[in-house]
């Protein structure tokens, strides 16, 4: 179905969590956003993208009830928006809702890579910056291509098995095959240690043990720290916990574990833990060149250690190439 919208678009509301982030970096503003789930607020408050744009804590984020997609169309109607992005994955209700409030909806696939370019392409169009959108694309293409190219001889034995994980009380939920998470680690010289799973689920201590993983990854959406594993006496015949190397993914313009326009870095911030030898790039560098593109923002030391949770991954093996001069 095609859509028919004025652009550029003066007042869009998105449902979906990491595209307000991704539209104010295309558009290098926020004025446009007129509202976000309460989860994109979150992440900005807590990252560095609510200092860049302050102005986002005005933006409403009363826009769903309750956690996830079902859209407060009544809330949404009230915001007058030019056109309303939600998820295009989460069955037809969901976008259906809005369409009977005779708001204009624009539905956005986000789970893979290709997906991602595809939104940010989209939402390029509907900011009128459309050749910004794609400079943005073709800059993630490129490093793509040039992590592929300095990783592709690594032999199977010499990539470390990767175990991407949430934990939340006794549980602990995995990342597997066909899995953004995947994707990532597979990019970034790794092997995913739960490919023989599909999808993320949730697995017994058990399991966790038995895949022993080299490098485990805590993701974004609990706050679970490298700290909390290796003081976790359940943990302690794990590799991963032994060698200490466990670490807590980055908090940028928005959350490095799922897809953004932040993706670049994630992924070369991965490799250069998994393969310090052969990836030459220095992140802190890499970091500058793409905020000031994205953002026009110059990062300070003090905030790339933020963002690449320097405190946090401290103390877990390696961290001390990605920190800043002492």
Known sequence: ?????????????????????????????????????PASAT???????????????????????????????????ALHPDAVLQWATSGDEPIAMLDRAGLTVLGLRYGG???VEGAILMMGKLAGQASRATAIVERQQQRRAALA????????ADRPRVLHLS????????????????FVIR?????????EIGGSRIVTLEQMLVWNPDVILLGNFDTATPGDLYRDPRLQSIKAITDRRVYRVPLGGYR???????????????????HPGRVAIDLRADMRGWYTFLYDHALSD????????????????GYARFAGAR
């Open 1 to 37: 179905m095609t859509v028919a919208v004025a652009t550029p678009a003066q007042r869009v509301v998105f449902l979906p969590m990491p595209a307000p982030s991704t539209y104010m970096a295309i558009d290098r503003s926020a004025a446009h956003v007129a509202g976000m789930n």
């Open 43 to 77: 992440a900005m408050q807590s990252g560095i993208l609510g200092r860049i744009f302050p102005s986002f804590e005005s933006i409403s984020t009363g826009i769903t009830r309750g956690a996830g997609v079902v859209p407060n169309v009544e809330a949404i109607m």
């Open 113 to 115: 890579q290709d997906e």
């Open 149 to 156: 190219a300095t990783l592709e001889a690594v032999p199977a």
């Open 167 to 182: 934990r939340a009380s006794d549980s602990f939920a995995v990342a597997g095959r066909d899995t953004y998470a995947d």
């Open 187 to 195: 990019i970034a010289g790794g092997r995913n240690a739960a490919d």
């Open 256 to 274: 490095w574990d799922p897809p953004s326009h932040e993706s670049a870095m994630a992924w070369t911030w991965l490799a250069g833990l998994l």
């Open 302 to 317: 003090g905030e790339i250690d933020d963002i690449l949770r320097t405190r946090l991954n401290g103390g877990s093996a």
